[in-house]
């Protein structure tokens, strides 16, 4: 029996025009499916907010009835006009002014006469306060985010984690902890989820900065180690068999 020649091993190995087809049907998804979820997305969260904001404006200053009112038409005549996002623009201005009402000395006056009302109502009490503090967590202007990544050994000698700094210790666990030296805070995540992890305090010198941001190492993170900022990632040796 003949051995098959170079051209038939090729022939072979080359996928099939189906093969193709779901190879480029993958890829298409690969690119296609972000920018329309990304598009679906804003455009319902855009009619949402109008759905909610154009009850609240008065008949005769809609769409539709200042273009009918502009070219003149009436009965049969009248067009429908739905013009997406200007229910979002309304409530971008109207929630600055609220905004820059609520700092100034008459606003927080007013507001904390409300808050102490609603303090007084045991159902709206516990609604209003979540909703509050997922509001000052979520769009808070303070610098509360990770700055530094580092190495740390977890969880034992000579096995090393990436981890983000976080603050210095304060108050009772700084009291407890410090020994002259300073305790740092610092957030060990898991992999391929970095949302969970475990929250550690450590002396300074048991933690080990990273150059990379903290962006590139939440990468490598999510990615198991697959993704390295710098794309120099260096193989890893074959470990010796049991016969070497």
Do not use: H
Not at 26 to 54: K, Y
Not at 121 to 146: C, G, H, L, W
Not at 165 to 173: P, Q, R, W, Y
């Amino acid at each position: 029996m003949s051995n098959p020649s170079q051209d038939e091993i090729k022939r072979r190995a080359r996928p099939g025009i189906l093969a193709r087809l779901r190879g480029n049907f993958i890829a298409g998804v690969i690119i296609v499916a972000p920018i329309g979820l990304t598009l679906w997305l804003i455009w319902t969260v855009v009619g949402w907010v109008d759905s909610w904001v154009w009850p609240f404006v008065p008949d005769a200053y809609q769409p539709g009835e200042l273009v009918n009112r502009i070219l003149g038409l009436e009965g049969e005549d009248r067009i429908t006009v739905n013009v997406r996002g200007v229910g979002v623009v309304i409530f971008l201005l109207f929630t600055i002014i609220v905004g820059w009402i609520g700092k100034g000395i008459i606003g927080r006056s007013f507001l904390g006469i409300g808050e102490r009302l609603v303090d007084r109502t045991p159902v709206v009490r516990s609604v209003y306060n979540a909703a509050k503090q997922i509001a000052e967590t979520v769009f808070s202007q303070r610098d509360t985010s990770f700055d530094t990544a580092c190495l740390v050994e977890y969880p034992r000698k000579g096995i090393w984690a990436i981890a983000f700094i976080s603050t210095n210790a304060k108050g009772e666990i700084d009291a407890k902890l410090s020994d002259g030296e300073p305790v740092v805070t610092v957030f060990l995540p898991t992999t391929p989820n970095p949302t969970s992890g475990f929250l550690l305090f450590l002396p300074l010198r048991d933690i080990k900065p990273l150059d990379m941001s903290v962006e590139d190492a939440a990468k490598l993170v999510i990615s198991a180690g697959l993704v390295y900022p710098n794309g120099n990632g260096k193989e890893v040796e074959a470990l010796p068999t049991a016969a070497e």
